[in-house]
């Protein structure tokens, strides 16, 4: 059963930083398979960083260079580390793992006060 952990959510002012962490368990770990993603209020899903095959990263142009996302394979942990947080990055984050569908985590929220 795949399980995806997130934590490091919270509440913070413009400017400040946050790093949210996913645990996984019950796959095969990848690296390449995990991503975040993030939903605000009345707003679609969204990517906001992943790994892609072969290793490659893609962020969201919002994101791009105030995000990174890097992973501890013998952890099974996946990272995004935010830096500079606006109040437009305030929504649920959502850890990602993708193989033969789409699994995801329950989410953590990020409030960004201005």
């Known amino acids: 059963q795949v399980q995806l952990v997130e934590s490091g959510g919270g509440l913070v002012q413009a400017g400040d930083s946050l790093r949210l962490s996913c645990v996984a368990s019950g796959i095969i770990w990848s690296g390449n398979a995990m991503g975040w993603y993030r939903q605000a209020p009345g707003k679609e899903r969204e990517l906001v960083a992943r790994?892609?095959?072969?290793?490659?990263?893609k962020y969201a142009d919002s994101v791009k260079d105030r995000f990174t996302i890097f992973r501890d394979s013998a952890k099974r942990t996946t990272y995004l580390q935010m830096n500079n947080l606006k109040p437009e990055d305030t929504a649920v984050y959502f850890c990602?793992?993708?193989?033969?569908?789409?699994?995801w985590g329950q989410g953590t929220q990020v409030t960004v006060s201005s």
């Open positions: 990602n793992f993708r193989r033969d569908k789409d699994y």
């Open positions: 790994y892609l095959t072969g290793g490659a990263i």
